[in-house]
């Protein structure tokens, strides 16, 4: 296939995807998945007899947010009727990271 073929192919491809309304995400675009999509938390701290279940919970949310003074992309699960989040820093080699439903699209 001669470089025009695929050049031809590439931007029917492009467009389509336009037409249809698709976002459009360059090689250097990254989606950056929420670790899990449920979870169980538990209090691990002794409680001198008193007893306590584990509580399930489903993501719920994501955010990009700072955190004491850092920037980090949050996974938000709705845990009854609280709210749970796991973290982790923003990724230094992007500048720009899109709170979306399982994660995060970086560029």
Known sequence: MTSWNRFSITAVVLSTAAALGLPSVSRADQHVTCPVQQVQV??????GGWKT?????TLSKTLVQDVGGTKMLLCIFRVNKGEFSVMR??????????AVKDGFNCK
């Open 53 to 57: 279940t584990p509580q399930g919970g």
């Open 89 to 98: 820093p923003f990724p230094e080699a992007f500048s720009v990271c899109k």
């Open 42 to 47: 538990e209090i691990t701290t002794p409680l």
